[in-house]
């Protein structure tokens, strides 16, 4: 399949997830999601819902999509999506994401997404956390059961998925319904069976 072209590009996307503590009753409101693409995030949608309301994860919607993926990721959970821009999958080798969003390839394609999704709520300082108690580095576990490396580069949050190819967070704590979003700027490719 497609998926094995994708190990030299370079590229990554991430996704993960860990439960939060509720506020406590006399917390101040949050601040208002971050917009992407000019569009403002909302908190009572999921992470579907938002990704096909931002222009710049189009194709991250597409993808969950036709991989069947759409009431999963819409589910309670909670969850933590780690989103590719369009500009991500357009670094794609040419025919790579056509040929991913084949029917025939959606066993791969559901592979490639849940890649990018950890159980639980993780805001950008919970994976602070973790990256600084794990002296630099810290290991979250896939919805698609491989391991995703963060740690910091310039006060900037790397995601490294299995193959070493590396992801950046753009946009941060974009609060959903079921959990937490940020947006990446590249595509992490899991283990090729």
Known sequence: MMLRSLLPLGL???VTGCASTPAPVNAPAPPPNPKVGGVAMIETWSA???ARAAPPLATFAR???AAGLADTLAAPGPVTVFAPTDAAFGR???GTLDELLRPENKPALVKLV???VVPGRLTIADLEAKIAAGGGTATLTTVEGEPLTLGLVNQVIALTDVA???SYVETGDIREANGMMHVVNGIMIPTID
């Open 63 to 65: 993808a969950i999509d």
């Open 164 to 166: 070493g190819n590396k």
């Open 12 to 14: 990554a996307l991430v």
């Open 48 to 50: 579907v819902d938002n």
């Open 114 to 116: 849940t890649y990018h």
């Open 92 to 94: 794609l080798a040419p």
